[in-house]
Every structure is written in structure tokens, then in C-alpha cells.
């Protein structure tokens, strides 16, 4: 295998976690207005622990990304 096919292949494997983090910021906010529309008065209290979940799930696809930067740019 050439080297430059298999950057292109750990690239492509490095941004997997995009995909995951697409599915988990749709879970995270699809469950938080499930919960604030039955309990609206409980929402205020579930907001920062939705923040800190939505800031740790975007982390993790932007590390991925920034990893398959690296694979592609610097190897």
C-alpha cells in the first residue's frame, strides 16, 4: 500500500467520531425539549448539565476532525 493511500485511509477513519458527535447533539437536545415541554418548570434546573454535555459531545468531533487535519496534512 502507498503512503499516501493509507493517510487518506486513517484520515477517513480519524473522522468517524464527526458522525458520532452529529447523532449524540441530536439526542442530547431532542431529550432536553422532550423533557422541558412535559416539566417546563424543571427546565432551567437541566439547562447547564445540557450545556456541559453539548460542549463535551462537540469536543469529541472536533478532536476527531482536528485529528484527520493532522493525518493529512502533516504526515
Known amino acids: 500500500m502507498e503512503a499516501e493511500a493509507a ?4 484520515a477517513g477513519l480519524a473522522a468517524i467520531p464527526l458522525a458520532g458527535a452529529g447523532v449524540g447533539l441530536g439526542l442530547i437536545f431532542g431529550n432536553f425539549l422532550s423533557g422541558a415541554f412535559r416539566n417546563p418548570s424543571a427546565a ?7 450545556l456541559l454535555a453539548f460542549a463535551l459531545t462537540e469536543f469529541t468531533g ?5 485529528i484527520a ?3 493529512l496534512y502533516t504526515f
Open 62 to 66: 472536533l478532536l476527531g476532525f482536528a
Open 7 to 10: 493517510k487518506l485511509i486513517g
Open 44 to 50: 432551567a434546573q437541566n439547562q447547564p448539565t445540557m
Open 69 to 71: 487535519m493532522i493525518i
